[in-house]
């Protein structure tokens, strides 16, 4: 989808729909009257028969017939003028965007960012039309021929604003162009996205956005003595690996932002087997890997002026003869010992690895991205992320970036009590706690592993799936992180400035 930035008059733009941006209360909107005095009081009529008077999630669809040169013109509600969100107005664009390509228009013309004076609608608006318009079609053979919405115009009043919001604009395309190419990943099928495969994705993304990047194998990770990785690897026909990526935007001396995301290719559960119904669905187990991989390519299509550091450590997780075993003792990177009680706990082993090892770039922060616990799923459901840190203001930091984005965030505690859930009679830790605190149990593991860096851990496995679908989250992968992240590492980039 391409974004063109232009100024002129809705009424006389030439274009296959006009979107417009409804509130609850019409008087006194300019843009309402004039679109009246055009449509004979159609738009008139709809509120006063409150067919269509700007609610929340509410659309209406009004072909001209002549009367404009827009042939048709979309109303999309935002309800009170002084209650909109650039959240709602990424949902409503989001609404629009699937009536439209329902109607085979390629190309439109959008007011939605003007709908109410609050910052950051421009972008909200062109986010929710790009990502709402998202499919997974590659493997359908029909479908793929079918049109979508190939061009949104954001029309503005004067031509200074063009000056302004086309850079805006830009931004949105590289931050989205990242969310998709996440969402690829995560729903690509396992035995598609194999943990090769994706260091393969990873190198190419390194090689097109001038990221550097470099690929441990298994030799080199049992040379550096990763047990945790190469245990929960050692199932599988497709050997475990680790990406390294190193993005600089910023001098030599400035130390980096660590990213970490868990890369389960497929997640079985191992000798500990899953259940059967659903198991299909942890192909979306390397979801933290992917918007790891998705937050480096927006960060350096964007330039931000810093240096980061993305780590993936990718396994699959299978049963076999070779397979890793409950009762099985293994010694992590960390040189700490953990005897293995449950062998689908299989998150914080690759992670805890990654985490020892990502030390060495002595980061000012580590943030780690995990789908870890069907725990986090009961708690918080599909509506936020978990979060657990070592560093309030990283945490809060992070909480922020929630907020702006959509991407929510939920804080729970990581108290030192919580470390008895975790003790093993034979090793410094085991790898499950029982069925009590299972999201916080998993956390406060993989806080054994991150030394005094300030840290952050985020568990996606509620978010990173849309099991139904809505407005800008289509059914299946929501690439969510990417936004967040990047969001998070503007504001810091923006405090290193001043
Ligand atoms: N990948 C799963 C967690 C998950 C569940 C992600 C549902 C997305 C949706 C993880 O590896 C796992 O199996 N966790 C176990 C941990 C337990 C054995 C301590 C779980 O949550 O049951
Ligand atoms: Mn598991
Ligand atoms: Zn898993």
Known sequence: MNFLVTA?????????????????????????????????????????????????????????????????????????????????????????????????????????????????????????????????DRYKSKEREESRVEEVTALFAEPDEVTLFSPVAAAVKSRCDAVRMARD????????????????????????????????????????????????GQGSHNPPCMVVMEYRGAGESSRPVALV???????????????????????????????????LQA??????????????????NMPDGKAYKPGDLITTLSGQTVEINNTDAEGRLILCDALTYVQRFDPVAIIDLATLTGACVVALGHNATGIMGSDSQLVAALVRAGEVTGERLWELPLWDEYGELMKSDIADL?????????????????KQFVGSCPWAHLDIAGTAWEDKGRHYLPKGATGVGVRLLIAYLQEVAQGQET
């Not at 350096?300 to 990718?314: E, Q």
């Open 430 to 446: 085991k790898n499950a706690g029982g069925p009590s605190a299972g999201t916080i149990s998993a956390g406060w593991f993989l």
């Open 299 to 316: 960060a350096a299509s964007l330039k931000l002026p810093m240096n980061l550091v993305g780590i993936v450590p990718l396994a699959e």
């Open 8 to 136: 002129g008059n809705p009424l006389e733009m030439v274009t296959q729909a006009l979107v417009v941006g409804c509130c609850t209360e019409p008087e006194g909107e300019l843009l309402l009257d004039s679109l009246n005095g055009a449509l004979d009081g159609v738009p008139a009529a709809m509120y006063a028969s409150k067919e269509f008077f700007g609610k929340v999630g509410s659309m209406t669809v009004i072909h001209t017939l002549g009367r404009l040169p827009a042939r048709r013109l979309l109303l999309v509600g935002l309800g009170a003028r002084g209650e909109v969100t650039p959240e709602r107005v990424r949902q409503a664009a989001a609404l629009a965007v699937k009536s439209l390509s329902g109607a085979k228009v390629t190309s439109a013309v959008s007011l939605l960012h003007r709908a109410a004076p609050v910052a950051g609608l421009l972008e909200a608006s062109l986010e929710g039309f790009y990502l709402g318009a998202y499919r997974y």
């Open 261 to 295: 995301g868990k890369g389960i290719t497929f997640d079985t559960g191992g000798i500990s087997l899953k259940p059967g119904a659903n198991m299909e669905l942890m192909k979306h187990d390397m979801a933290g890997a992917a918007a790891v991989l998705g937050a």
């Open 185 to 232: 990943l995560v729903t690509a099928p396992g035995n598609v996205a194999t943990p090769s495969f994706l260091a393969d994705k990873a190198l190419e993304i390194g090689g097109a956005y001038g990221i550097s990047c470099s690929v441990l194998r298994q030799e080199e990770l049992a040379h550096l003595g990763m047990g945790a990785l190469l245990a929960v």
